[in-house]
């Protein structure tokens, strides 16, 4: 790797170096909630006959990409609460951005499919089963993992190809593109064009994809002549609509706004939510609701 630097220096969240003592034990319980959330949806779809629908097999694997997104960030994150500061090495910082996106556009598009599998359940009721079969799941799935790892790859492939000549400290709390890039004297136009390209796929792509899903969806409930039957229909949908929500506004709105100057905040503050916040979150909007899931919560507990 062409460089003058071989380390960085994460600096985390040194504004508020003040309020650690309320940082650091607030983020460990999200930590340990999250893993404890996500690895209870598994358990349970791994028990409970009740589950084993194309829906939750979708939930589980967002679970995963949850679970590993949470344990890619936050312990870096603990360690720069604790210690002010993290040095890592430049290649393994380039290992975490790409691990990073490749959970990250996994998500998105794991998001689509479980759009497309209510669209089918709600506007081709007849044809759903024939479709949503098992192994149209798993290969869905399969393919996705894969699109997720190639566009890793692309980073992979393009970053360490840079002339890294520092400064060595990024102002954020992982190893996130834009801070990276801008360590680099070489001229990054190509990956930065790159990145959009693979950006608008992941991201602007698979949002319209949904934003269209669900268009047909509302168009289907609305001609529903009975009350009861649109509110059934559209609860199938509210959690799934709450998780597309709250990932893609964060996601879209922290890559539009510059990482310059005060945005900075913004920035880290965005990534904080869709980074953190949000795997805990997934867990909670999908079973706090959901009769399946406390049914075989209830079943889990019998069992053990």
């Known amino acids: 790797m062409p460089t ?53 097999f979708f939930i589980t694997q967002l679970s995963l990409c949850d679970l590993l997104v949470i344990t890619d960030i936050v312990p870096t ?8 500061e993290f040095t890592v090495s430049l290649i393994s910082c380039i290992f975490q951005l790409c691990f990073f996106v490749t ?27 024939t479709i949503m079969n098992h192994k149209f799941c798993v290969r869905s799935v399969n ?22 000549c520092g ?10 593109l834009e801070p990276l890039l801008q ?6 136009s190509r990956i930065r064009s790159q990145v959009l390209i693979l950006g608008i796929f992941a991201v602007i792509g698979s949002f319209l994809v949904i934003i269209l899903s669900y268009v047909y969806i509302v168009i289907t409930i609305l001609k529903i002549p009975s009350t009861i039957g649109r509110h059934k229909a559209f609860s199938t949908c509210s959690s799934h609509l709450i998780v597309v929500s709250m990932l893609y506004g964060t996601l879209m709105t922290d890559y539009m706004f510059p990482t310059r100057g005060q ?26 609701r959901n009769k399946d899931f406390q049914k075989a919560f209830l079943t889990f507990k019998i069992i053990f």
């Open 4 to 56: 003058n630097i071989t380390s960085v220096v994460l600096l985390g969240f040194p504004n508020v170096h003040c309020l650690n003592f309320l940082f650091f034990p607030l983020l460990i319980i999200i930590y340990f909630g999250t893993i404890f959330g996500n690895l209870l949806i598994m358990a349970l779809y791994s028990v409970s006959k009740s589950l084993r629908s194309p829906m939750y």
């Open 77 to 84: 994150l603990l360690y720069t609460i604790l210690h002010g």
């Open 103 to 129: 959970l990250e556009s996994s998500e998105c598009l794991l998001l689509v499919l479980m759009s497309y599998d209510r669209y089918l359940a709600i506007c081709k009721p007849l044809r759903y089963n």
């Open 143 to 164: 393919v996705i993992w894969l699109i997720g790892v190639i566009m890793a790859l692309t980073d992979l492939v393009s970053i360490p190809n840079l002339y890294f």
């Open 167 to 176: 400064p060595h400290v990024i102002d954020h709390f992982y190893c996130d």
């Open 183 to 188: 360590l680099s004297c070489s001229d990054t």
């Open 263 to 288: 945005s900075l905040i913004l920035s880290k503050d965005l990534s904080l939510i869709y980074t953190v916040l949000t795997p805990l979150l997934n867990p909670i909007i999908y079973t706090i």
